[in-house]
């Protein structure tokens, strides 16, 4: 119980964190592939090599990764480190006391994230999609790394071999009378190993994945949710039905 508090108070002190620090930035609408089997088996590849380093999700268990078509072989062979076991939870193995140091804070569980983010802007898998695709090169951060919808964050960028080295371009503008700059893009600054629209799509399966894991069970309520309002309604109609046969000859 105790361990559950405290992934939820680090949980939340990242979410108030974020925003408070939100930019002004537009979230880009996530698109939505928790149906498709092929992208979330991508989404948790991604996510074992690239966010289990650091993040953890206490609340899943390796197992369960065989709702989306895995066989318990192909995660132990691919998705298992060498002391995990097919029936526990996805932790981290960084130690949080090196991670308070190096970052300055614990990296939160990622577990609820998705479900746990949504704002103003859009869903937590919009400010995902986007917090993933808007980092770039800043040498005055201790990471070397800077985010537009995280500003100051101190998550390094994990995907940058994948997206290359980037720089945001800013148009200066006026406004009520003040000069203010504009964010209108992206400069390439080194190539990655994907093209932008082949990380994109990455950063999507890998976005849905964390909405699969938030709710692993969110289809099946919805396709559940849906025959039960059509039994709802089949229902009222009988009823009714067999209320104007009860009183038809009642004056």
């Not at 300055?104 to 986007?130: E, N």
């Not at 894991?213 to 109609?237: C, D, H, K, S, Y």
Request: hydrophobic content about 40%.
């Amino acid at each position: 119980m105790k361990k559950l508090i405290l992934t939820l108070i680090a949980a939340l002190g990242f979410i108030a964190g974020a925003q408070a620090q939100e930019a002004g930035v537009p979230w880009d609408k996530a698109p939505n592939r928790t149906n498709d089997l092929t992208s979330l088996q991508n989404g948790a590849k991604l996510f074992v090599n690239y966010c289990l380093n650091c993040h953890s999700a206490a609340f899943m268990r390796y197992n369960r990764l065989e709702d989306l078509g895995i066989s318990e072989q192909q995660i132990k062979d691919n998705l298992l480190f060498t002391t995990d076991k097919i029936g526990e939870t996805m932790k981290a193995n960084i130690d949080p006391k090196q991670a308070k140091e190096w970052f300055g804070a614990v990296p939160p569980d990622l577990t609820l994230v998705a479900r746990s983010r949504a704002g103003h802007g859009g869903t937590g898998a919009d400010y995902l999609y986007t917090y993933l695709r808007t980092f770039y090169r800043d040498d005055t951060k201790a990471t070397g790394w800077n985010n537009l919808a995280f500003p100051s964050v101190a998550m390094p960028h994990v995907l940058w071999e994948l997206q290359g080295e980037r720089r945001p371009i800013y148009e200066k503008m006026e406004e009520h009378g003040e000069e203010v700059e504009v964010f209108k893009g992206w400069e390439q600054l080194t190539p990655g190993k994907m093209t932008p629209l082949q990380y994109d799509q990455a950063v999507g399966d890998l976005v849905s994945y964390l909405q699969w894991m938030a709710e692993p069970a969110q289809n099946t309520r919805i396709r559940v949710g849906v025959w039960v309002l059509l039994f709802l309604v089949m229902g009222v109609v009988f009823v009714w039905r067999l209320n104007a046969a009860y009183w038809k000859d009642v004056k």
